[in-house]
């Protein structure tokens, strides 16, 4: 049982290039989130989703999108990357969504975008 | 709005003292509140959480944290440091889905750093 997986662990892009952050998880979760985590900070909400088909925004959406084709994968695609999406993003999933659940998290991606 | 707070950004104990990481927070609403754990150059690591019930709460690796509704608090407390607790910890708070939203969604503090020196 592998949990939440991601990929790559670590991204250099160029301003202006564009990738896919992959996230994967094998507990048969419908709910999955994308989060960044900047130095000093907490983790703040990027977007999330309830199923396979249903996305929906979180707190710093701009420049990210998601899509969920099935109730395993939840990709984050960053279009146009800019020097303010350096940061370690991580994808987490969790049974249901009410609070008192547990959210799992995977082990990150470390983007920097130059 | 929700929000967090772990008023020390670093935490320095010696090994077999006891330690505490403090949270505050401010929900409006009753709330759900977690620990969680990062190691360097790894995810979150679920610790411990308080749904209701007993104020007391007993987690991973010896951790407990408690519950004070007055003091809108949720400290991180162990008996008998480790070195190997060194770790960044963050405190999370979430609320039952109200009206209008579908989502427990998690609000973290900043987290605070734990070092436990031999």
């Known amino acids: 049982n592998a949990g939440v997986t991601q990929t790559p662990k670590f991204r250099i892009l160029k301003i202006g290039q564009s990738m896919t952050l992959q996230c994967t998880q094998d507990m048969n979760h419908n709910y999955m989130y994308w989060y960044r985590q900047d130095p000093g900070m907490g983790l703040k909400l990027i977007y999330y989703?309830?199923?396979?088909?249903?996305?929906d925004k979180g707190e710093v959406p701009n420049g990210y999108n998601v899509s969920r084709s099935t109730t395993e994968d939840f990709p984050l695609r960053l279009e146009l990357a800019a020097p303010s999406q350096t940061s370690v993003y991580f994808c987490?999933?969790?049974?249901?969504?009410?609070?008192?659940?547990?959210?799992?998290f995977g082990p990150g991606t470390r983007l920097t975008v130059l | 709005a929700q929000s967090v707070a772990q008023p020390e950004d670093q935490v320095n104990v010696a090994e077999g003292n006891p330690l505490t990481v403090k949270c505050t927070y401010s929900?409006?609403?009753?709330?759900?509140l977690f620990w969680y754990v990062q190691y360097p150059n790894r995810g979150l690591q679920f610790l411990l959480k308080y749904i209701t019930g007993d104020n007391l709460v007993k987690g991973s690796y010896g951790f407990e944290a408690e519950f004070n509704k007055s003091q809108t608090s949720f400290h991180l407390k162990k008996p008998s440091a480790l070195v190997s607790d060194s770790a960044l910890y963050f405190c999370a708070v979430s609320l039952w889905p109200h009206r209008g939203s579908t989502l427990g969604r998690l609000y973290f503090g900043r987290g605070t750093q734990l070092t436990v020196w031999p």
């Open positions: 987490a999933s969790s049974s249901s969504s009410g609070g008192a659940d547990t959210q799992y």
């Open positions: 929900v409006s609403g009753n709330p759900y």
């Open positions: 989703s309830v199923g396979a088909g249903i996305t």
